[in-house]
């Protein structure tokens, strides 16, 4: 019988689809230890206090900002490497959508209509080369 509170991640999966550059999609591999992918938190509500002192609130939709940490040697460097080429060469922002499965839980997160919006341009040179965080902004998660 498993464990039932199986909190694993060394099994995640991740697919990434640029249609322009990578339409059939690529496998993310070789994830930093430390922090393999990451989400912000998302602000749900603007809240503040009126000068009353009646709390009032309201929803603005906000976007997914996900953190996703490779190691340098990672077979998945050549594709962020192309992207950032991309929008460097054309000035022009790609379309990238973002598949996480997470067997541990059952869970599948879908990240829709993002765009590349931070990447470091060489790994840190420390005892040893450091893993590369690439910063993508969603509008959506399925």
Same mark, same amino acid.
């Given at each position: 019988?498993?464990?039932?509170?199986?909190?694993?991640? %060394?099994?995640?999966?991740?697919?990434?689809?640029?249609? *322009?550059?990578?339409?059939?999609?690529?496998?993310? *591999?070789?994830?930093?230890?430390?922090?393999?992918?990451?989400?912000?938190?998302?602000?749900? &509500? *603007?809240?503040?206090?009126?000068?009353?002192?009646?709390?009032?609130?309201?929803? +603005?939709? %906000?976007?997914?900002?996900?953190?996703? &940490?490779?190691?340098?040697?990672?077979?998945?460097?050549?594709?962020?490497?192309?992207?950032?080429?991309?929008? #460097? +060469?054309?000035?022009?922002?790609?379309?990238?959508?973002?598949?996480?499965? $997470?067997?541990?839980?059952?869970?599948?997160?879908?990240? &829709?209509?993002?765009?590349? &919006?931070?990447?470091?341009?060489?790994?840190?040179?420390?005892?040893? $080369?450091?893993?590369?965080?690439?910063?993508?902004?969603? #509008?959506?998660? *399925?």
């Amino acid at each position: 019988m498993a464990f039932d509170r199986n909190v694993t991640s %060394a099994n995640l999966s991740a697919t990434m689809v640029v249609d *322009e550059l990578f339409p059939a999609g690529f496998n993310l *591999e070789m994830f930093s230890t430390d922090a393999a992918i990451t989400v912000d938190a998302v602000v749900a &509500t *603007e809240a503040r206090m009126s000068v009353d002192g009646k709390l009032v609130g309201g929803v +603005t939709p %906000a976007p997914k900002v996900v953190t996703i &940490t490779i190691e340098p040697a990672s077979p998945s460097l050549p594709y962020f490497v192309d992207i950032v080429r991309a929008y #460097e +060469t054309t000035l022009t922002p790609f379309k990238v959508e973002l598949t996480v499965t $997470l067997p541990a839980i059952g869970r599948v997160f879908t990240f &829709t209509n993002g765009l590349l &919006t931070s990447y470091p341009p060489m790994p840190g040179a420390a005892k040893t $080369l450091q893993p590369l965080a690439f910063q993508f902004t969603f #509008e959506g998660l *399925e």
